[in-house]
């Protein structure tokens, strides 16, 4: 009895340093300062060093995915992607191999401050957007619904993490100074093919050369209406382009048995 008290006891006094390891503060100071030891923190709270890693995948033009502090699928996506193009062993979990390259590609901090202008509040936002494709139909343009979601959508963050680096902020005002994520201002190399992957949902561009130049998670087709396998072109690109709908495709949800149009736009 004596040697399962003791145990009993050192497991009760070691648990909440490991807690405490796993569980870092989320500040500018820590995502900036990360590094990975070799353990991987949980992937239930945002941490520091997921969101650096996130940050230094997205540089790169392999996305993760909205940067929201998560070691989640579409990050997995990405550094499986990430190990590919770099002639490292393909690998959905950060190794220490994949982290000196990533750590290699960038010196600047991953977290910087952005004051919001007047353009940045300045609308035209939605009150609400629509759950119901129906109810979207009669909307001039499918706007964002606030200055925060507007610049979490520019900066590839989720709404949750940039309300947690600035959880006193004022979204609405100019003026107002946020942490927020540092991208790239650098762009890909040219593309001169894609490869779109229905099963694994992912899209990726490669240069002439045949190397992978960028890496995007995706959401390809649906049950009701399957994107079609082959050969296409790129003929054009639309940003924010006009919605379809075609009730022979019978969503679910979709009651119209007519055809209608949602306007475009960045929601």
Do not use: C
Request: no cysteine; aromatic share 6%.
């Amino acid at each position: 009895m004596r040697t399962i008290s003791i145990a009993i006891t050192l497991a009760l006094l070691a648990t909440p340093a490991l807690a405490k390891d796993d569980k870092q503060a989320v500040t500018a100071d820590a995502v900036n300062a990360a590094a990975f030891t070799g353990k991987l923190p949980s992937d239930a709270k945002e941490h520091p060093l997921a969101i650096k890693v996130q940050v230094l995948l997205d540089r790169l033009h392999f996305s993760p995915g909205e940067i929201d502090g998560l070691f989640g699928d579409n990050v997995e996506k990405a550094l499986v992607a990430f190990a590919e193009a770099s002639g490292l062993p393909s690998t959905k979990v950060l190794t220490p191999e994949i982290w000196d390259k990533l750590q290699a590609s960038s010196s600047e901090p991953v977290l910087t401050d952005y004051t919001l202008t007047e353009k940045d509040v300045a609308g035209p936002f939605l009150d609400k957007l629509p759950v119901k494709m129906e109810a979207m139909k009669s909307l001039k343009k499918l706007s964002y619904t606030s200055a925060e979601e507007a610049l979490a959508e520019r900066v590839h963050m989720s709404r949750d993490l940039l309300e947690l680096l600035n959880p006193k902020a004022k979204f609405d005002e100019a003026g107002e100074t946020l942490t927020i994520v540092k991208l790239s201002d650098r762009q890909p190399d040219k593309a001169v093919r894609l490869e779109v992957d229905k099963v694994r949902q992912t899209v990726k561009a490669f240069g002439a050369d045949g190397a992978l130049l960028a890496f995007y998670p995706a959401s390809v087709g649906s049950e009701e209406k399957p994107t079609p396998s082959g050969v296409l072109k790129v003929t054009s690109i639309h940003a924010n382009p006009v919605y379809r709908y075609d009730p022979n495709y019978k969503f679910k949800g979709v009651k119209s048995k007519k055809p209608f149009t949602i306007a475009g736009g960045p929601n």
